[in-house]
């Protein structure tokens, strides 16, 4: 699934080709992926509408039109093309918006779990039911010890699935739960509520360190999006633990092993990472 610094990256690329560009058509293949709109009403609304900015919250892309707010997640495999010319439509392409230059942005989707939200200008998105349950940006002021503490407190759940729930901090998955537990040397079994002041420091300062690290070498995967000059993320090649099962640990060279938490593989180090959920 992309995580933040692939929905990043994501934004960037597609911001350097789409800002100013008209909608002048849309295809839906695939109808139950507009979540608030019938899709007559979802075309007849973004049709004519320019892109002004494309920005991100969490895991969410957000295309700022001129009178909308276009929401796209992209759950767990979906993918953005761009270009021109005329290519056949993919039989999992699903949804298609034709442009005024002669391009088009296609939205790909093996899995069809992707959704598209479509919300007035003036309307604040922080209070719609999609963004309403995300907590705050690693970056934001909000996101610092003393509130984690404060959520976390008594909660049973650990620590692994709490921070992918997304209501501690916005943006994290799979992978980059599994490096910030390694970097913080705590069990992704542990009960929230019985991680300690320091451990919670350590959590706050690595999710934002490991998240900027992501984030500059375009993330650990770029298959979320493709464009004719090719892109590709590097930050596979500086992981600590996912995916790395039976291979040495970094620190103590013990092998790292997988587990299931929460129904999600999980990558960690018994040696390095203490405080197992009893």
Known sequence: MPELPEVETVKEVLK???????IKDVLIHHEKMIKTDAVADFKDKIIGQKFVDIKRRGKY??????????LSHLRMEGKFFYGDGVKPRGKHIHAEF?????????????????TFHLYEKGVD???????????????????NVDNVMAFIKGKKMPIKSMLLSQKVVAGLGNIYVDEVLFAAKIHPTK??????????????????EILRQ?????????????????????????????????EPCPRCRVAISKIKVGGRGTYFCESCQTGAQK
């Open 16 to 22: 350097s080709k789409l800002i100013a560009l008209e």
């Open 61 to 70: 892309l957000i295309f700022e039109l001129d009178d909308y707010h276009l």
């Open 98 to 114: 034709l442009l005024c230059n002669g391009s088009w942005l296609r939205y790909e989707d093996v899995r069809k779990f992707g």
């Open 125 to 143: 998105l922080e209070s719609t039911h999609t963004f309403s349950v995300l907590g705050p940006e690693p970056w934001a002021d909000e996101f």
């Open 191 to 208: 009960k929230s509520g019985d991680l300690t002041r320091g451990e919670v420091e350590k959590v706050v300062h690595y999710t934002k």
């Open 214 to 246: 992501a984030i500059q070498h375009k993330g650990t995967t770029i298959r979320t999006f493709s464009h004719q000059h090719g892109a590709a993320g590097e930050f596979q090649n500086f992981l600590q633990v996912h995916t790395k099962k039976d």
